[in-house]
């Protein structure tokens, strides 16, 4: 038998599906407090969790052959999963269940911000006034929606805004045009169009790209009287910075389902009269519970029958069971690809897998590594080991894997190669003694660094005089270096790698590409 213990409250219907197994035994513990749930563990071969248990130190400790945890809905914050991965233990998420709960709060934001439909219940509900006159509203048809983030949610919202007869664009650099024009709505890879549009909503994941996507700077560009919608995740609009701009009225309305800080009682927004706020309730739908409920039973039962592990978040391998080297390998892999997909953004048409070397015949674990982090950076928590290539087919991604059984320079190599609509951009690295690892050459340019940290990649002109610039200009912004390393080649060009200790701001940016010798400028963190 094996054993799965719910630790928090779901559907019944996830119970019911957990509990008509004949090789499953269930305990639903969701009633226990968090310390006396803890001495319940030991056996259990999987457990079901939501936000209110978190999968810390303490709770590891008390399991002991546990295989695999399964977060009943999308957010994994209250989960340790580096340290369950040092564990062998798989972490799974529920990903899709609540996307029409989540799309359908969103078009309520939209339709109380330009009907203020609150405002007229309160008003004759509660004060017993009939003044009709007060609730002149806008409407949908002809308006201008921008979408920030045309994925599962995304590409929903903007389907249903058509139906309103609304005139609707998406910004997202990791699809294809053709998913937005396809549908009759417009595709832009310039964010500024989406900043002149009447009604703005996102749809990201949060991470460094998206958080504070929309600050003071952004909303100087915006009409008078806009619209600001975030059902998505808390932090990607400045909080600071929407409050001021609602009370100038810059910023007309907003509708808020999610913020920086949960729960968000003391926030400050909540003390202007022009925002909808909702208590992160995007998946809070009988349906989307029931969902979320069946899919979390569904992937413990396979999880605890070994047969697969949907939606995983992490290695499903213990310690032990791989070569120190070639996990090092696999760590070095992700990251060549999470560096190709930051230093060139675009919608991915192919990623190549160069492996030489004794590494090779790891080919099938590494392609999947190396689609996970040229993912990751556009998907999030959305992409998996296990999912990585379904979804690359699903995208049109072409994928190629060549193997060498030796390497002319090195034991082993990888390289993966990675093209846009924009460029393409290659990346080698190695590994030297067991965990190593090192990036070696980036589009022809020799390197020896760490992958690791905030890194800018400065290519120019090979003249003289440009270190200088460059210095100055990191200097002058306070940015501190703390690895420098350069590479030329036959053309006369030289590449910069620079490590920097703190974050560089766009304005610097900027300045660095003002330089009369510089070719590009990008920035990319890992």
Not at 157 to 183: C, H, L, N, Q
């Amino acid at each position: 038998m094996h054993k799965i213990i719910v630790c928090d409250h779901i559907h019944q219907k996830g119970l019911d599906l957990l509990n008509n197994q004949d090789d499953i035994h269930v305990e639903n513990l969701a009633d226990l407090s968090k310390d006396e749930l803890l001495n319940h563990l030991k056996d259990a071969d999987v457990i079901i969790t939501r936000s209110s248990t978190n999968v810390d130190d303490k709770l590891l400790a008390s399991v002991g052959n546990l295989k695999a945890i399964v977060r009943a809905g999308v957010g994994v914050d209250n989960i340790d999963i580096e340290n369950c991965s040092r564990k062998g233990i798989v972490v799974m998420n529920v990903p899709t269940a609540n996307t029409i709960a989540a799309v359908e709060l969103t078009m309520a934001h939209i339709i109380n911000a330009v009907r203020n439909f609150p405002g007229a219940d309160t008003q004759l509900r509660i004060q017993r006034k009939w003044k009709r006159e007060d609730w002149y509203g806008t409407e949908l048809k002809g308006k201008k929606l921008g979408i920030i983030g045309f994925g599962n949610i995304g590409s929903r919202v903007g389907a249903r805004a058509k139906a309103f007869e609304m005139d609707v664009i998406a910004y997202d650099p990791y699809i294809f045009a053709s998913k937005a024009t396809d549908m009759g709505i417009g595709y832009t890879k310039d964010f500024q169009d989406i900043l002149k549009c009447d009604i703005i909503t996102i749809h990201t994941p949060k991470n460094e790209e998206t958080k504070n996507i929309i600050t003071a700077k952004e909303i100087a560009k915006m009409k008078e009287g806009v619209i600001l919608i975030n059902c998505a995740r808390g932090g990607l609009y400045n909080e600071d910075d929407i409050y001021d701009a609602l009370k100038s009225h810059k910023i007309r309305w907003a509708g808020i389902d999610v913020f920086g800080k949960e729960p968000g009682t003391d926030n400050k927004l909540l003390d202007l009269d022009n925002i909808y706020v909702t208590p992160h309730i995007g998946a809070n739908t009988l349906e989307s519970q029931e969902q979320i409920a069946l899919q979390a039973a569904q992937a413990a039962l396979e999880a605890a029958r070994g047969a697969s592990y949907p939606n995983a978040l992490n290695l499903p391998v213990k310690e032990t069971e791989l070569p120190k080297c070639i996990k090092a390998y696999l760590e070095l892999t992700q990251k060549l690809g999470f560096f190709c997909a930051q230093a060139n953004k675009g919608a991915i048409a192919s990623v190549h897998l160069s492996l030489e070397g004794e590494i090779a015949k790891y080919a099938d674990s590494l392609k999947t590594f190396a689609l996970v982090g040229v993912l990751k950076s556009s998907l999030g928590d959305n992409i998996n080991y296990v999912n990585a290539q379904f979804i690359a087919k699903e995208r049109g991604i072409d994928v190629l894997v060549k193997t060498k059984e030796h390497s002319n320079s090195y034991k082993n190599l990888i390289t993966i190669t990675l093209a846009t609509t924009q460029e393409s951009l290659s990346a080698s690295g190695t590994v030297f003694g067991e965990d190593i690892i090192r990036l070696t050459n980036i589009n022809g340019f020799n390197t020896d660094i760490e992958p690791k940290g905030r890194m800018i990649l400065f290519k120019n002109t090979d003249v003289p005089g440009v270190i200088g610039n460059v210095g100055n200009i990191l200097a002058k912004h306070n940015i501190n270096i703390a690895d420098f390393r350069l590479g030329r080649n036959a053309h006369k060009e030289a590449l910069a790698l620079i490590i920097i200790d703190n974050q560089i701001p766009e304005n610097a940016i900027t300045e660095l590409r003002n330089i009369p010798a510089c070719i590009s400028v990008k920035n990319v963190t890992i």
